[in-house]
């Protein structure tokens, strides 16, 4: 189960990208690795995980 923090900072990133009308292609929590994974845009440009802290940032 994702932390208290991921899941505020989830609904955050969710809303920011909502608000910036970008489409959220991929939400997806990792057991193994206890991160939510959150893959958006219009070309699927964003890619972002957020960590257990509630800690996010943008990936490759």
Do not use: H
Not at 1 to 7: A, E, G, H, V, Y
Not at 24 to 30: K, S
Not at 34 to 56: F, N
């Amino acid at each position: 189960m994702p932390t208290q923090s991921q899941c505020y900072m989830a609904i955050f990133v969710c809303q920011l990208l909502s608000n910036l009308y970008q489409p959220i292609q991929v939400f997806r929590y990792d057991q193994k690795l206890k991160t939510i994974y959150i893959q958006a845009g219009v070309r699927d440009e964003l890619a972002i995980v957020i960590d257990e802290d509630g800690i996010w940032e943008f990936v490759q």
